[in-house]
């Protein structure tokens, strides 16, 4: 059962690091931010004019690094089970999912509408996988060491 549960989390882990490793960042943070940015406009624009939230001016190449960093170093953990790296690819599910799958900014008939949706809910699959793993690791109680009763000593 061990080497099953290994071979699952690196099987899993591997979408996450070399989607990490195959980046190519550059100096301005490469093809990703390009496309990000203007994703990431619209974003903060519904943000911004449904909700009145302002959202603080972020580089976008910051945004790009940070989710490389995340995507790696959290599947690493992953791999050898540590709820922090299920943590770190939760949270960048959470960011990265709804600004980079925006079905919702398509009318329903468009080509783009369907393949961002999918893509959408598959990310969305990955992120319960996540709960999953997590809530998982929180519910198997922890080995407690048994005392060994003490004899009592007869005279």
Known sequence: MGFF??????????????????????????????ALRPKFDVLT?????????????????????AAIAFKALGGLLFIFGSSLGAY????????????????????????????????????MALFGALLFFIGMKNSIPKRQVKKKPTKTKTV
């Open 5 to 34: 549960s290994f071979a699952g989390r690196v099987l899993f882990a591997s979408v996450f690091i070399l989607s990490a490793w195959f980046n190519d960042f550059g100096v301005d943070g490469g093809p990703a931010a390009k």
């Open 88 to 123: 770190l690819l939760l949270l960048h599910q959470a960011i990265i999912t709804p600004i980079v799958y925006d079905f919702y900014n398509y009318d329903i008939e468009k080509k783009e509408f369907v393949q961002l949706f999918v893509k959408f809910v598959q990310g």
């Open 45 to 65: 624009g519904h943000l911004t004019s449904h909700l009145g939230i302002q959202v603080p001016g972020i580089e976008i190449k910051e945004l790009v690094a």
